[in-house]
């Protein structure tokens, strides 16, 4: 019944990461325009929602097509765009943020598959996942390294009008390519310049890795620096270990169409009587999944989902 890893479409990622090719230099420009305001959301009480999108497979848009039954409120509150990747330039010795084709195209049409999500009220969150390539969040070899890329994710952010960043230290293949293994320097540099970059954007930690148990070098501790932090294995209850207040975690973790309907609801109901303020599900796709929403939706919020195609 639980999921303990998530089932990613690895495979198709990989091979359009590989054809693709599209470092942060060479993006395009399109959508490159603020964030607009969003208009007034219909006020909603209970636990932040998110909702992981596989881009490879799936759209954005499918998060905004899900509302309370009871206000009208969206049953998502945060979107992630899942994901771009860590790579690595072996000619530089440098790591490089880099987005396959279907990633590009996303943030290209920002204007249809972006903004109106945030014109809901809805935010919208890049997640940056290892590329078994050797670079990772763990092992930059010094504080400038670590600073030059959190500058390409914060210049990214800025580009397209998003909302924020999300970690997800997996499948970075440390030593790969002649990189170094995690030190304890690397993670705390990277969080404490993206955070000076981006003061009122989100940073969320996809809590797995050798970045999540590596917050606190040289008497600074980042732990306070992420907005939420989330439980890695979909199906199951696991407190994040990370000192944020209960506001910010995600014990419960969900696969949207996998996690059954039951241990959903469950989960959420003990999100609720336990006091934590997050909820995350993953694997969101086209498909109508207001039952599957609708599970934890009536335990954090009192209402049904209701799906607007």
């Avoid at 690895?10 to 230099?25: M, N």
């Avoid at 987005?99 to 996303?106: D, G, K, W």
């Avoid at 999944?289 to 335990?299: H, N």
């Amino acid at each position: 019944m639980f999921t303990l890893v998530r089932s990613r479409a690895r495979a198709a990622a990989l091979a359009l990461s590989a054809v693709a090719a599209l470092t942060f230099g060479t993006t395009a420009t399109t959508g490159a325009a603020a964030a607009p305001a969003p208009g007034p959301a219909p006020t909603k009480q209970g636990p932040t929602s998110v909702a992981y999108v596989e881009v490879n497979n799936n759209s954005m848009l499918n998060v905004g097509k899900y509302t309370l039954a009871n206000g009208g409120g969206n049953a998502f509150d945060v979107a992630v765009i899942f994901a771009a990747n860590i790579n690595y330039d072996t000619s530089k010795k440098a790591a490089y943020l880099h987005f396959n084709e279907n990633m590009q195209r996303v943030l290209d049409n920002a204007a249809t598959e972006i903004r109106p999500l945030q014109q809901k009220g809805i935010k919208v969150v890049l997640s940056v996942l290892g590329n078994h390539q050797g670079a990772g969040f763990a092992n930059f070899p010094s504080q400038k390294a670590a600073s030059a890329f959190a500058k390409q994710m914060s210049d990214t952010v800025t580009k397209y009008g998003l909302d924020g960043i999300d970690f997800d230290d997996e499948y970075a293949e440390y030593g790969n390519n002649g990189t170094g293994q995690p030190n304890a320097s690397s993670f705390v540099h990277l969080v404490t310049a993206l955070r000076a970059n981006m003061p009122d954007k989100i940073i969320s930690l996809y809590n797995i890795g050798p970045a999540a148990s590596r917050l606190s070098y040289g008497g600074v501790d980042v732990s306070s620096k992420f907005d939420y932090a989330w439980n890695p294995y979909y199906g199951t209850w696991q407190v994040p270990g990370i000192a944020l207040p209960k506001s910010k975690l995600s014990p419960a973790a969900v696969e949207i169409g996998r996690t059954s309907q039951s241990t959903v609801a469950g989960l959420a109901r003990r999100t609720v009587s336990e006091g934590y303020g997050v909820y995350l599900t993953y694997n969101l796709d086209g498909a109508d999944r207001s039952a599957d929403v609708s599970a934890f939706t009536r335990e954090l919020y009192g209402s049904d989902a209701v799906y607007t195609p």
